[in-house]
């Protein structure tokens, strides 16, 4: 218990992590505002719903906490009202619950919260009995234990008012039945698939139907706007094998932060606990006479780990004889704090009382404070400065390096190789056009148009730590494309056109005969292609090459022998023929009639949620429970771009 008020301690880390799972699958422990609603003409209200507020500071910051890495930062704009109105309905349908009567007892959310292994030192018998533990475990991540509690109650609502709104929801017998039939149902189809790709090697294209098509569509097909220039790429690895850190600096810098080469003092120490949690005043009186017992029994020489085994409350370290390992002020309560440092090692100290009860205090040994010389931390405060110094000096040696481009662009060469840089020549190169051991860099794109031959970039960030300035050597303008220029992406264009209207047609063609009586074998081999099969399957499962089984739906509920399509199934046009089919065989509905029943239930429960949930909120509107400020919504949105 006691080792639990370190400042590092694993307990509170195991805590956090229980209580973020706990509440994963909602979006409530972000949407709850904070607990100090203050607000001010830099923090205006977005949001009033009853009595709760949400600030601007509290929105977005649970917001970006909830889409950081998951929302294109260009996505934000858009998904920040989205957000809005997801916090909206959650709050009104925590409202609505209460309207309801709907409650969530102090024993349903302990009985959540006590589920967690990790939390059974603070809980017996369904009863939090150590909350100042818990208390100051939650305050070191910044919340309390009503902010849990609170928490947890709302999504507890929640789930009991999608509860009301399933319990509501009536399937009939025969639609379970219906559900069971369509899942175990089972058809096989012989099908032709039609691929547009199969179908360029039959198109053949002449150079005049190309000629007549650019002839006709010459606006379309340009010639981008092309740059030659030269571009110096400074490295962070390259600036570093030449950068310097003086002795002076070294000794400068040691001195500057000497308090981080400081040990503080710290004593390794073992203790005997006798708990007072919830006792009364009586009961503590009986406890102290049992400290002051076994504290004379430590002061006259008795084994201190022996007494700590067989007499301490302590469950964390009881067993290794009350051993505390080492530490520094800061790291346990200040009663028991002042009155460890003041012992000498070896000295066993009277009865010290805590929040949690009777201490007797053995130090073992006592390390006094020192600092680590110089030459000891020399080397890694070397490496720590040159890492510090390194992304200024790049910044330094960039800016030093393009003020003398713009004295001598024509010195390139010399230039790059005095301060270490690499001199990449690019000739005749459009946008987005990868640039030679550089890639794709959209910096230098967008800068090189604005300027004039022999102008200079500013200094430019490129990806992995470099830096960059282009030299624009000749620009050429934007042009028409000439016939051989454009001449592959006209006939990409028609060939794609032609095997699209060839497997539309072809498609087409084949479904009109099958259904007219030809055999679906010998129509697919008049066309060059293969019968394929799709055997005793389901309309859950997924087929290879063809992809949900729906797409073939009509196969379970017309005759064997009907025609399906020609329809589009992963960008192949599809003619299909039944040729047999299975029904389900009722005798495993009655071991399924529950599963099936609650999802059906579920899916329209959602469904009818969705609705109810949208005509509470427009009634909340109405009556002016629900407040939105839309301007400020609008105003912060746009702060994404």
């Known amino acids: 218990m006691f080792n639990f008020f370190r400042s590092q301690g694993k307990a509170a880390k195991y805590l956090l992590g229980f209580l973020l799972t706990l509440v994963a699958l909602s979006m409530l422990l972000y949407l709850i505002p904070s607990y100090n609603n203050t607000t001010n003409s830099t923090n205006p209200v977005l949001l009033e719903i009853g009595t709760r507020k949400v600030t601007a500071t509290e929105a977005t910051a649970t917001f970006e906490s909830n889409t950081k890495g998951r929302v294109p930062a260009e996505m934000l704009k858009t998904y920040f009202p989205q957000y809005i109105n997801e916090i909206t309905m959650q709050y009104a349908a925590i409202e609505e619950a209460k309207k309801l009567g709907i409650t969530a007892t102090d024993e349903e959310i302990l009985e959540q919260i006590i589920q967690a292994p990790a939390l059974a030192p603070y809980f017996e018998n369904g009863k939090l009995v150590k909350r100042q533990e818990f208390e100051a475990l939650l305050a070191q991540q910044g919340v309390t234990v009503q902010n849990v509690f609170d928490d947890l109650r709302n999504q507890i609502l929640l789930t009991k008012l999608r509860d009301v709104v399933l319990e509501s929801t009536i399937v009939t017998p025969k639609e379970v039945e219906d559900e069971y039939k369509r899942k175990y149902e089972r058809a096989t189809v012989d099908y032709i698939a039609f691929s547009e790709a199969d179908m360029r090697g039959k198109v053949n294209l002449s150079e005049e139907e190309i000629k007549k098509a650019y002839d006709g569509e010459k606006g379309l097909y340009n010639q981008p706007e092309k740059f030659s220039f030269r571009v110096m790429v400074l490295s962070q690895d390259k600036v570093a094998?030449?950068?310097?850190?003086?002795?002076?600096?070294?000794?400068?810098?040691?001195?500057?932060?000497?308090?981080?080469?400081?040990?503080?003092?710290?004593?390794h120490a073992r203790h005997i606990l006798v708990a007072t949690n919830d006792k009364s005043d009586a009961d503590k009186k009986t406890l102290r006479a049992k400290a002051e017992d076994i504290a004379k029994q430590a002061k006259g020489g008795a084994n201190f780990a022996e007494l700590a085994k067989k007499s301490s409350d302590d469950s964390g370290n009881a067993s290794n004889g009350g051993d505390l390992g080492t530490f520094s002020r800061g790291?346990?309560?200040?009663?028991?704090?002042?009155?460890?440092?003041?012992?000498?090692?070896?000295?066993?100290?009277?009865?010290?009382?805590?929040?949690?009860?009777?201490?007797?205090?053995?130090?073992?040994?006592?390390?006094?404070?020192?600092v680590t010389?110089?030459?000891?931390?020399?080397?890694?405060?070397?490496?720590?400065?040159?890492?510090?110094?390194?992304?200024?000096t790049v910044q330094t040696t960039a800016v030093q390096m393009r003020g003398e481009l713009l004295k001598n662009p024509a010195g390139a060469a010399a230039i790059a190789q005095k301060f270490g840089a690499e001199l990449i020549t690019v000739t005749d190169s459009g946008r987005g056009t990868p640039i030679p051991g550089i890639g794709v860099t959209p910096e230098i794109d967008s800068t090189l148009p604005a300027l004039q031959p022999n102008g200079v970039t500013e200094v430019l960030s490129l990806p992995a730590d470099r830096k960059a300035v282009a030299i624009l050597d000749k620009k050429t303008p934007a042009r028409p494309s000439t016939f051989d220029e454009a001449k592959p992406q006209v006939r990409e264009k028609l060939l794609a056109a032609a095997a699209k209207k060839m497997s539309d047609d072809r498609a087409k063609e084949a479904g009109e005969r099958v259904k007219k009586g030809e055999d679906i074998r010998a129509v697919a081999k008049s066309m060059g292609l293969?019968?394929?099969?799709?055997?005793?399957?389901?309309?859950v499962d997924n087929l290879p090459g063809i992809g949900p089984a729906f797409y073939f739906q009509a196969a379970f509920t017309a005759a064997p022998g009907t025609v399906i399509g020609p329809t589009i199934m992963q960008n192949r046009m599809v003619v299909a023929k039944t040729v047999s089919k299975k029904e389900a065989d009722v005798a495993g509905l009655a071991a399924e009639r529950k599963d099936l029943l609650l999802g059906l239930k579920a899916q329209r429960a959602q469904q009818t949620n969705t609705l109810w949930m949208d005509a509470i909120v427009s009634k909340m509107r109405a009556s002016g429970e629900i407040k939105a400020n839309q301007d400020e919504i609008t105003r912060v949105a746009a702060q994404y771009r």
Do not use: C, W
């Not at 002042?338 to 040994?365: C, M, P, R």
């Not at 293969?530 to 309309?539: G, P």
């Open 530 to 539: 293969t019968v394929q099969t799709a055997s005793d399957f389901s309309i």
């Open 241 to 267: 094998q030449t950068m310097q850190v003086s002795e002076q600096e070294l000794r400068g810098a040691y001195a500057a932060s000497l308090e981080n080469f400081k040990t503080p003092e710290q004593i």
């Open 331 to 370: 790291q346990m309560v200040k009663p028991f704090e002042d009155v460890a440092f003041s012992l000498k090692a070896g000295e066993v100290s009277g009865v010290v009382e805590t929040q949690f009860g009777y201490h007797i205090i053995k130090v073992e040994e006592k390390f006094p404070s020192k």
């Open 373 to 392: 010389p110089f030459e000891e931390v020399r080397a890694a405060l070397e490496k720590e400065l040159r890492q510090s110094k390194l992304g200024d």
